[in-house]
T-cell receptor
Framework: QKEVEQNSGPLSVPEGAIASLNCTYS??????FFWYRQYSGKSPELIMFIYSNGDKEDGRFTAQLNKASQYVSLLIRDSQPSDSATYLCAVPNSGGGADGLTFGKGTHLIIQP | EPEVTQTPSHQVTQMGQEVILRCVPISNHLYFYWYRQILGQKVEFLVSFYNNEISEKSEIFDDQFSVERPDGSNFTLKIRSTKLEDSAMYFC????????????FGDGTRLSIL
């Protein structure tokens, strides 16, 4: 049974600062990693995905993967109040195919104006 | 941009009744999924579907649940003999290739069992 762990927060960050969200996973064989944003009462919205060790940048978002330490992080630069949401980390249940995703409980991020 | 669409947005049902939740995945996607999220809890995988058959199911997906792709566009989740604890948001997702590709979620159906 795969496990995905996240600090539930809330994580409070001033507007304009960098928000850093972390996620650890149990299965060393995991190949792909996804970050979703979920506003209250809404569905998960894909923010970033990463497959390789290192950093992947997309606009204000950077995903960082360290497979040796089994953690993946999401950095949000120049945080805006609209970034306030719950951020979900997810990994496929096994090596791919039609597997579902195992989600973490999510980190509740609050951007303070 | 193509979207996964789900209907209805909110379903209220008496305990013991059957419900069918409907999803239209993105048209060129091949893999389809159902997830649920009980209020205040994490998103939980229910079932995946590929090539007209179930590929993987979680321990939540017992005999009370079934999925079907009745035509070339719809993907349905049927819940028989609903229980109070089935109250949750149900999300449909799809991906073009396998689960190493990002899954795109619909807006969800809020199921309330009375």
């Amino acid at each position: 049974q795969k496990e995905v762990e996240q600090n539930s927060g809330p994580l409070s960050v001033p507007e304009g600062a960098i928000a850093s969200l972390n996620c650890t996973y149990s299965d060393r064989g995991s190949q792909s990693f996804f970050w979703y944003r979920q506003y209250s009462g809404k569905s998960p919205e894909l923010i970033m995905f990463i497959y390789s060790n290192g950093d992947k940048e997309d606009g204000r978002f950077t995903a960082q993967l360290n497979k040796a330490s089994q953690y993946v992080s999401l950095l949000i630069r120049d945080s805006q109040p609209s970034d306030s949401a719950t951020y979900l980390c997810a990994v496929p249940n096994s090596g791919g195919g039609a597997d579902g995703l195992t989600f973490g409980k999510g980190t509740h991020l609050i951007i303070q104006p | 941009e193509p979207e996964v669409t789900q209907t209805p947005s909110h379903q209220v049902t008496q305990m013991g009744q059957e419900v069918i939740l409907r999803c239209v995945p993105i048209s060129n996607h091949l893999y389809f999924y159902w997830y649920r999220q009980i209020l205040g809890q994490k998103v939980e995988f229910l079932v995946s579907f590929y090539n007209n058959e179930i590929s993987e199911k979680s321990e939540i997906f017992d005999d009370q649940f079934s999925v079907e792709r009745p035509d070339g566009s719809n993907f349905t989740l049927k819940i028989r003999s609903t229980k109070l604890e089935d109250s949750a948001m149900y999300f449909c997702a799809s991906t073009r290739l396998d689960s190493n590709q990002p899954q795109h979620f619909g807006d969800g159906t809020r199921l309330s069992i009375l």
